[in-house]
Every structure is written in structure tokens, then in C-alpha cells.
């Protein structure tokens, strides 16, 4: 019989739950036994939600993020926190946000703030983790509590569960060593913790543990695929038994370590590496299970489960109780229950599949692999009719879009200047100051914005209300700059709920759900829109907005959209045909967009691609394909303007320094970049690396309610000016500030300018 397992579930609740309860937490708004209480209630929801498996997961949940809770349950916390005293929970809120609740008594034991931990995305996925870490001093103390205590949770519940962990050999690859040491040489010191935990899961009568290990799907030197054989040769004799997760990507060089590996079972993601079952099967020991990711974890489209019965039904005759099957990864990265939405188009609907409706894929199959499909021949033909649908459907497939595709040639990408020539050209017409000051774009995203969209959504305030409201909003963005005296202005983006969302519904080709939320990190979730067909603008999107509040102020005010790549990567994306072909057809769209701006008199464009490394291939051998069209379809975006327009982009929160020469070929006027976390560390790319145009440092971490101090971000303007000339250095945060509030904001852009005018005073 084929066992049905799921590596993942997502954990913020179907309505958003956790995010609201943790926001209140941190407000001092409600106490810690509530936060932990609606852990609790989720945990006991989700696992119910999951009954019909043959084991569940335990320890996926996290209250921020996971590789965090791993680096609590080894001990590995950094220097800055570990003298704070009181609840563990607050402790990891200070390291993931730098610090936990509001409040004296919720915060006892935190002078007010830490420096929060580097933040980054989890692989190619928009969901970010908290960097581990380490320095050559680093030792490892287990804390299995976590785990143990919901493991304790699931069995009075009847789950028969399998606890998640994340594995030795990623833990150390996702770290970062502070200092100048060698991450793998603390390997020795980490297995002993992770023997420990599994011994103290062996005791708890665990018999499985899902240990991941998704860096498998990467590119390994020796030193790091000979480490994967000394930890699991430490682990062998554990009395529990380990299923090796991988998934994201295919094993490719790494497949044989993988099979030898004394582990007793190895997860293999089908819907990246469908390849490579058939050749796992067949060298795995004969004793082992191969659990098959059957059902894609990362996107919402149903599973042709007929197509799927084809070749897992050869697989189960070979394999029999040693076939598994499962998601290809966490259900983390998609929404929780279709059947919420009840305004979602029917047709596109019929098309689609979150969370629980996959794990009903899981049992459907499982069920014609251990029964036959005539005992599912209702659910087959149904799915069968679906998947016909959305292929010959005519709302899929636009020929005009598809014409104006093929007549893309070198001409659009290309400026009709160097930078050299064009930024003389900006100067004049802009007149800044040297260390030029901006933010990003967003401003606080008020109570009073929440409340006009939603009464506006909901029919109670009409078009010309909703418009009065919203620049009402935009004016007081405008105001507030001009008092902070910032150099370049943005209108403050009242108008939009998100920076992908926003586009998607005033482009054809697009659907939207109402409750379809993924985490990117901590309380954020983001509603990525579903891009079902060819992508075509049918008017303006922006442009009123921004000539509004350029009319409100003689200094320059950026136009703020966001870049094909970023909406992409941001968007549920069809599976019919190759990305690269939807990423040009909305660099298409965008274009039109940025145009129309010029047109309208706006010299200063800011086209966002924060997730142009988010897309990257795992593999560096994959890398230049995508960065080709990658590149190409945001200077397809950008490039159509007259060279006395200022084009400017924005990235956050990724590794830059290994792709800074396609970065470069973007041909930006100024790039804004996520630096202050990592105390400018990102750009050490430029001590060997000449960056020809303008630069934006992030000195304001807009993921932590710190307030930044004049000092402070003087001192890291001034480490940047070691790399790059100060005339082509801009001063920002490091990302937009719609998540803060007001009363954060004004001091840290204060701090922000004043530090602007010590910089300008330096180099008279």
C-alpha cells in the first residue's frame, strides 16, 4: 500500500490568524499565553485538516520562521541575545525583528532593541528566513522542548505524526560566518545536537523523521558533499528512522550521494526532477522508501492526476510499500483553502488547487495506486475535464499579445545613450544635492487607507470618495517629505493594497483571489495575483496618480512601478508555457506604462525588481539563460525614454555580489539595494567590482521597528563611500515603508536627511 505523507502545512490560517494575533503581540495589545494559545488552536487545525494522511507533519509551524526555531532548538543564538532573560518566544522575536512586544513588562530583560538577524529568501521562493549565525567560537546546546511539546499536542490529538527538522549539512550552508571562519568546520560540533535531538524523539516513540535537506538540489564542491557523509554516517545508528527531504530542484551530480546515504528513505520533488524518480528507484537499497512529490507545493494549478496515474502506477508495481507519495515540497508557498473563494471566477476557479485541496490530490492518487482508479473514477473525470478546459480555453491564449511578442527585437532594450551621456543630462534638469535622499516608495499604509479601500470594496464609499480619500493620503505623504526636506519624493502608494496585486488587476490575463495569502516573513503575507493567459495593458495604471502629486510640490517625484521580473516571480504563474515568454509579455505591458509617465512630464521612474535574484535557477550552470531574458525584459521595461529621464530600480533583501555584472547590464540610472542588515557587507561586490552608475545603500531596516541614529547611518554611508564615489551615492532606506507607522518613520527619515547633510558637509 502507498503511504501519504505532506512535508509542510501552511501556518498562518486560512484567515490570516497568526499574522493578527502576532501583530497584537507585538503592539502590547494581547499577552504572550494568548499568542502561544492561538498557536495552539492553529497547530490543532491544521493537523485535523490533515487527518486523512498517514503521517502528518510536526514542527513545521513556526511563530516567525523555521530555520529560526532550528537555530533556538540547537542553542545557536547570537552573542547580542544571550544575556536577555524571560520567554524564548521574545528572544526570537528579537533576533528576527530586533525586538518582541511594546510594553515594559512584555519586554522585560531588552534595553529597547537589538540589531534584528540578516534576513534572506528561502532558496528561489519569495519566503525569507533568518540567517543563522556562526562564528569560529559557535557551540551547539539542544533545547528539543519545541518539538517534544507538539509532539506531545499531535498525539492527544490522534496524529500520527512525523516531526520536520532542518538538516545539519543546510543548516550550515544557510548560515553565514560572522567572522573569517569555515562554516563546515563547526560540523563536528553540530552533529552531536543533532543525535541528541533525535534521541530525544526516539524516546517520545517517534519511528519517522523528515530531515531536510534541500541543498542537495545545488551545486556541491567536495568539501560540502563529503560533509553530507560524515553527518549522516554520525546519525546512522539513531533509533529513529530518516526520510531525506529534497526538493526546489533536481539532484542532478548529487543524485548518487544522495541514494548511498544511510538514511532509510529519500523524498524526491517529480514536479522539478520527474526524471530522476525512475532513476532513484532503481538505486536506492532495497529497504528503502522513495517518496515521490507528485503534486506541485509551489503553484495553484490542478495536478493532471490522469497524466500523474501514467507513470506512478509503473512505479507502485515496482515499488510497492516503498512508494510514498506527497507535495513536491512544504505547502508553505501556497494559500490555504479554494473553497473560501466564493468571488473568484468560476471558470478559473475549476482550474485551481491550495493546501487542502492537494492533499485531496494526494489521497485520490493514493487511492488508484492501492485500489485502482475505478474506485476514484468520479474524481478522475472531473479532474480530466477541468485540465481539458483550462488547455483550449479562449481566454488563455490573446493572438494580438502573441503578435506584438514576436515583433520584439534588440532596438527596445537599449537606451539611446551611455549612462555617461544621459547623467549630465538628469543633473541639470534634477539640480540634487550631493548624497541625494529618497525612500523607496511606500509610505504607512494607515487605518484610515485600510478602512476607505475596504468600505470602497465593499460598495459603501463610491469612485469619487475612494479617490478624495486616497489623495488625501497622498498629500500628506507629500507634506510630510517636504518637512523632512527629502530630495527626491514618492506619492506614498496609498492607492495600492501590493506592489504586484495592484498591476495584476489593471492587466488582462490576470486573477485574483480574495483569501489566497502565502508568508513572505514573519506577520507578512502577500496575496500573489494568478497569471492565467497572455498579459496586455488595457490603459494607463499610474499615471494619474503620479501627476497628482507632482502637482503638488516643485521637487522631483518618482513614478513608482513595479518590474516584470518581480511580478512574475510575485504571481502564481501558468504552467502551460515557459516564463520567460510571460515575462517579456509583461515587460510589453510595462513599457506602455513608463512611456505614458514620461509623456506626463515625470522625470524620475523607478521600476521595482526586488525578486530578480528570487528567480535565479538553484544551479549556477542554469544561471545566464535566466538572467538573459531576465535582463532583457526589464531594459525592454525601461529603456524606451529619452536619456534626460532618470531610471531608477530597487532590489531588497537578496545576495547580490554573484550576479552584480548583470545587475550592471540593467543599465539603471541609480539602483536602490537592502544593505543595512548586513552592515553594508553586500557591497564588498564593488571593492573588485567598478559598478559604472548610481548607488542607493539602504541605511534604514524597514523589517524592525529601530529607529536608526544620525551616527549610525553616517557611519555606514561612509563605508560605502570606500567602494563607490560619493557623487554617484544616493541615501535611502533599504526598502518601502508601508509596513511601519508613522510615528517610526519621521524620526528615522529625520536621522536619514540630517546624516544626508554631515555626508554633503564632508566632501565641500
Known sequence: MVTTHNLGFPRIGAKRELKFGLERYWKGESSRDELKALGAQLRARHWSDQRELDLAPVGDFAFYDQVLDMSFTLGNLPARVQDFHGDALDNAFRVARGRSATGAQAHAGCCGGVAAGEMTKWFDTNYHYIV???????????????????????????VNAKPVIVGPVTYLWLGKAKDDSDKLALLPRILPAYAALLDALAKQGVEWVQIDEPVLVTELDDAWQQAFVTAYDALKTREVKLLLATYFGQLQGNLDLAVELPVNGLHIDAINAREEVALAAQKLPAQSVLSVGAINGRNIWKTDLNAALEWLEPLARQLGDRLWIAPSCSLLHVPVDLASEQKLDAEIRSWLAFALQKLDEVKVLAIALNHGR???????????AAIATRRNSPRVNNPAVKSALASIDAKLGNRKHDYVIRAPKQ??????????????????????????RSHFKA????????????????ERSVREQEALELDVLVHGEAERNDMVEYFGEQLDGYAFSQ?????????????PPILFGDISRPKAMTVEWITYAQSLTNKPMKGML??????????????????????????????????????????????????????????????????????????????????ETQIHTHMCYSEFNDIIASIADMDADVIT????????????????????????????????????????????????????????LWVNPDCGLKTRQWEEVIPALTNMVAAAKTLRAQVQ
Open 427 to 452: 543633473a541639470a534638469i534634477l539640480n540634487l544635492p550631493a548624497y541625494p535622499t529618497t525612500t523607496i516608495g511606500s509610505f504607512p499604509q494607515t487605518a484610515e487607507i485600510r478602512q476607505a
Open 515 to 527: 483569501f489566497g495569502w502565502v508568508q513572505s516573513y514573519g506577520s507578512r503575507c502577500v496575496k
Open 132 to 158: 543563522p549565525e556562526f562564528t569560529a567560537d559557535t557551540h551547539f546546546t539542544l533545547d528539543a522542548s519545541r518539538l517534544v511539546e507538539q509532539l506531545a499536542e499531535a498525539r492527544a490529538q490522534g
Open 374 to 384: 475505478e474506485k476514484v473514477a468520479a474524481e478522475l473525470e472531473a479532474n480530466a
Open 562 to 643: 513595479t518590474g516584470p521580473v518581480t511580478i512574475l516571480n510575485w504571481s502564481f504563474v501558468r504552467d502551460d508555457q515557459p516564463r520567460s515568454v510571460s515575462c517579456y509579455q509583461l515587460a510589453l505591458a510595462i513599457r506602455a506604462e513608463v512611456l505614458d509617465l514620461e509623456k506626463a512630464g515625470v522625470r524620475v521612474i523607478q521600476i521595482d525588481e526586488a525578486a530578480l535574484r528570487e528567480g535565479l535557477p538553484l544551479r549556477r550552470a542554469q544561471w545566464n539563460e535566466y538572467l538573459r531574458w531576465a535582463v532583457e525584459s526589464f531594459r525592454i521595461t525601461a529603456n524606451g525614454v529619452q536619456d
Open 673 to 728: 539595494i537592502e544593505t543595512s542588515r548586513s552592515d553594508m557587507e553586500l557591497l564588498d561586490a564593488f571593492d573588485h567590482f567598478n559598478y559604472p552608475n548610481e548607488i542607493g545603500p539602504g541605511v534604514y531596516d524597514i523589517h524592525s521597528p529601530n529607529i536608526p541614529g544620525q551616527d549610525h547611518i553616517v557611519r555606514l554611508m561612509q563605508k560605502a563611500a570606500e567602494r563607490i564615489p560619493a557623487q554617484r
Open 459 to 474: 460598495g459603501a464609499l463610491d469612485q469619487a470618495g475612494y479617490q478624495a480619500a486616497m489623495r488625501k493620503e497622498i
